[in-house]
């Protein structure tokens, strides 16, 4: 079970939102890619990027911080990356800079025919964000709630060739108030690619439940506000993982 550290980039910033919401966003580090040398030393093996600029305008918006994070951290360390990403050329470019994953949101649920064609394009390196409400996706950084369900829109995806899905329950999302188990489970056992978790990390305590489920299919859990805010440390919850995974 990877634990991901999530470092959000709003203005060139590492930032956290609450439930999505860009006007309540604080401020970590004015350094993102200081920053990701700092969760590299706690023993990060993977991280979770987000161009938040790039998710409402539609397109990259971060892309300065988003170089001088994969020149921090290097080839040992892949990085998955989502935001704004709408069409081929710019995921092209990603992975040509480093990116080992370009992650589609909104462009996946509006368009996608898009997302077969990227998969077919770069297979092995695209995966599929799903957020829900109320299990409902939501889309265009998820200021818009639509009416297709998680399940349905997942597993149409897995047929397109996805590396895996990254599933956030918005309600949690920021508000350090527990992953939501159930629902995460729910999906990993109807799907054949690998889940990861995201949405409401706390503690160790949500980590011992998510590693307690792992079996299902959940591979990973991304974590950002928790490890900022110290209510949980990254390098004692991927001990704790690695412990409790070991099998």
Request: hydrophobic share 45%; with cysteine; proline share 3%.
């Amino acid at each position: 079970m990877l634990i991901i550290p999530a470092i959000d980039l709003k203005d060139g910033h590492c930032v956290r939102l609450r439930q999505g919401v860009m006007e309540g966003a604080t401020v970590f580090s004015e350094d993102p890619a200081a920053m990701a040398r700092h969760w590299l030393e706690q023993g990060a093996r993977r991280m979770h990027l987000v161009d938040l600029n790039g998710a409402f305008a539609g397109k990259p918006k971060n892309e300065m911080a988003v170089r001088a994070i994969v020149e921090a951290v290097g080839a040992d360390v892949p990085i998955q990356l989502g935001g704004g990403i709408r069409d081929l050329e710019t995921i092209e470019r990603y992975l040509d800079i480093g990116v080992a994953y370009v992650i589609i949101g909104t462009a996946a649920v509006k368009t996608p025919g898009f997302l077969h064609e990227a998969c077919d394009a770069f297979p092995g390196h695209i995966m599929v964000g799903l957020d829900a409400n109320a299990g409902k996706v939501a889309v265009d950084g998820w200021s818009k709630v639509t009416g297709h369900d998680v399940l349905d829109l997942a597993k149409r995806f897995e047929g397109y060739g996805i590396e895996a899905i990254i599933f956030t329950d918005i309600g949690r999302d920021g508000m350090l108030s527990g992953v939501n188990v159930p629902a995460t489970v729910e999906l990993a056992r109807e799907l054949t690619v690998p889940v990861i978790a995201s949405g409401g990390i706390t503690n160790l305590e949500d980590v011992r439940a998510l590693c307690a489920v792992q079996h299902n299919g959940i591979v990973g859990a991304i974590t950002g506000r928790a490890i900022y805010e110290n209510t949980l440390s990254f390098s004692a919850a991927q001990i704790l993982a690695d412990k409790l995974t070991e099998n």
